[in-house]
Each structure stands twice: as C-alpha cells, then as structure tokens.
C-alpha cells in the first residue's frame, strides 16, 4: 500500500489469455518459458508497447515455466 499511495508502484490488471499470449511471444521470440507469473509482466509491457516506447522498461522473470507446460497447452489447444 506504501508504494501505491507514493507513486513508487502501479497496479495493472492482465487477462489470463494476454499472459497465455505473452508466453507464447517470449516462447518464440526468445526461446524461453516464462512462468506464468512473469508471464503476467510481460504481456503488460505488450500491452502499453506504444506508451512505453524510447522508456527503459525493467521486467525480472522468475520462475520455471516448464512446471507450467501441460496447464498452458490445455488452454491454448
């Protein structure tokens, strides 16, 4: 709440099909799995791409994406 009510964070919302999207980008274009969680980050930075373009953006991605493969290829079909 601290951080919030200083300016110092945002809170964004993301769907669960923007971060399944999200995965599949950092899947093709990096060669990665992100977690799921991180997956949520990156899909905001594609999201706000247009408002967020000549800004340093930092995204920490965490996690092991490969614990997520069967929940993710049941989704995406």
Same mark, same amino acid.
């Given at each position: ?7 110092? &964070? ?8 923007? &971060? ?29 791409? &247009? ?21 993710? &290829?049941?989704?995406?079909?």
């Amino acid at each position: 709440m601290l951080f919030r009510s200083t300016g110092l &964070a945002r809170y964004e919302s993301i769907t669960d099909d923007e &971060a399944l999207d999200a995965v599949e980008l950092l899947a093709r274009t990096e060669g990665i799995i992100p977690a799921l969680e991180s997956a949520h980050g990156v899909a905001w930075i594609a999201k706000e791409a &247009a408002s967020l373009s000549g800004k340093r953006v930092l995204l920490c991605l965490s996690g092991r994406g490969d614990k997520d493969v069967e929940m993710i &290829a049941e989704k995406v079909g």
